[in-house]
């Protein structure tokens, strides 16, 4: 079965400030996709971004970007121009492509918070 | 704009009680989720489910959980006898195709005294 380790339980960002969230996995397959969802703390899961690993080029979403390590087996999440609404706990998940795996398999996520 | 439903959002039972968690998808969506979060660690995996049946469990769903999808409309799961462990907040995910993108209810925070 495939693992999601997330090695940072906390982490603190200044508002307007960029900070990274670390994410690395561990599959022996060729196809699959990655995503960061997160959970404020109304607790509904929210998707921030996805990537398939088919594809070279990292995803975007508007200040959310990721640095998707293929070989290294590494998806960061970058989280530009930080907001205080940006506070939550951030999940990555991993999910394969052949079936019937399409159930997400989550890392135990990070806890960000954001200083004024 | 279209969303996951769950109710009750809270319930409350004693050990060995039956309970019943409730989720309307989004109308559209044909694949089905319930994925539990005991407090302060993962969201875990529980089951899947299209075409009126499971399509993945996982070791946590053993015979004491069953899903059903009585009306067309709902999705239901059930834990038939209670035990103190299965206190957690339970969420249901809908998706449209078996690769699309998943939307998550607000989920149901059960506890279990």
């Known amino acids: 079965a495939q693992t999601v380790t997330q090695s940072q339980p906390e982490m603190s960002v200044q508002e307007a400030e960029t900070v990274t969230l670390s994410c690395t996995y561990d599959t022996s397959e060729s196809d699959y996709y990655l995503f960061w969802y997160k959970q404020p703390p109304s607790r509904q899961m929210i998707l921030v971004i996805r990537?398939?690993?088919?594809?070279?080029q990292n995803a975007t979403e508007n200040r959310f970007s990721v640095n998707f390590q293929k070989a290294a087996k590494s998806f960061s999440l970058k989280i530009s121009d930080s907001q205080l609404g940006d506070a939550a706990m951030y999940f990555c998940?991993?999910?394969?492509?052949?079936?019937?795996?399409?159930?997400?398999?989550f890392g135990k996520g990070t806890s960000l918070l954001v200083t004024p | 704009e279209p969303e996951v439903t769950q109710t009750p959002s809270h319930q409350v039972t004693q050990m060995g009680q039956e309970v019943i968690l409730r989720c309307v998808p989004i109308?559209?969506?044909?694949?089905f989720y319930w994925y539990r979060q005991i407090l302060g660690q993962k969201v875990e995996f529980l089951v899947s489910f299209y075409n009126n049946e499971i399509s993945e469990k996982s070791e946590i769903f053993d015979d004491q959980f069953s899903v059903e999808r009585p009306d067309g409309s709902n999705f239901t799961l059930k834990i038939r006898s209670t035990k103190l462990e299965d206190s957690a907040m339970y969420f249901c995910?809908?998706?449209?195709?078996?690769?699309?993108?998943?939307?998550f209810g607000e989920g149901s925070r059960l506890t279990v005294l």
């Open positions: 990537q398939e690993a088919y594809k070279q």
């Open positions: 109308s559209n969506h044909l694949y």
């Open positions: 995910a809908s998706t449209a195709r078996a690769t699309g993108e998943l939307f």
């Open positions: 998940a991993y999910r394969s492509e052949l079936p019937p795996g399409y159930a997400l398999n």
